[in-house]
């Protein structure tokens, strides 16, 4: 049951800091202007990643866990959703985040701002798949 909670939690945990990202701080972050947008990206980002990786992490073995333990299949597919926004932060967002996050970066305002937009957009995939992990895991303790 333990291994049931912190899937729950580290899951609904990820979802909920990648839902409130991507409907008010980062949205927020682009209308106050690309210069403070710039700013406050690299710290917010330094901040953001750590507890994001742990959750991810955390979510996705204890899922696991709860699946090999006889818990049923659900927990097994929302464990591979969840992870899966490993693959999707390295492979679509990394990119973006190297350059706004490169100190050494030489570019104009609209770049960086065109930057910050794709980022956005490219958060919302991490966004809905960690909410289809959330409610793939509370269908998991709902249909047990």
């Known amino acids: 049951m333990i ?3 912190i899937a729950i939690f580290c899951c609904g945990t990820f979802f909920g800091a990648a839902l409130y990202i991507s409907i008010a701080q980062h949205p ?3 209308e106050t202007g690309t210069d403070f947008g710039a700013r406050f ?7 953001a990643a750590p507890m994001q990786i742990a959750l991810a992490a955390i979510g996705f073995l204890s899922g696991l866990v709860a699946w ?3 818990n049923g299949l659900l927990w097994l597919i929302g464990a591979i959703l969840l992870i899966s926004v490993v693959p999707i932060t390295l492979k679509l967002i990394k990119p973006i985040n190297d350059i706004l996050l490169n100190p050494n970066n030489d570019l104009e305002p609209t770049e960086i701002n065109e930057l910050l937009i794709r980022w956005g957009h490219k958060h919302w995939l991490r966004t ?3 909410g289809l992990s959330f409610i793939i895991y509370l269908s998991a303790v ?3």
Not at 41 to 47: A, D, E, R
Request: net charge positive; proline share 9%; hydrophobic share 65%.
């Open 68 to 70: 090999i333990l006889g």
């Open 128 to 130: 809905i798949v960690s």
């Open 28 to 30: 927020a972050a682009l």
């Open 41 to 47: 990206f690299p710290p917010m980002y330094g901040k």
């Open 142 to 144: 709902i249909y047990a």
């Open 3 to 5: 291994m049931v909670l």
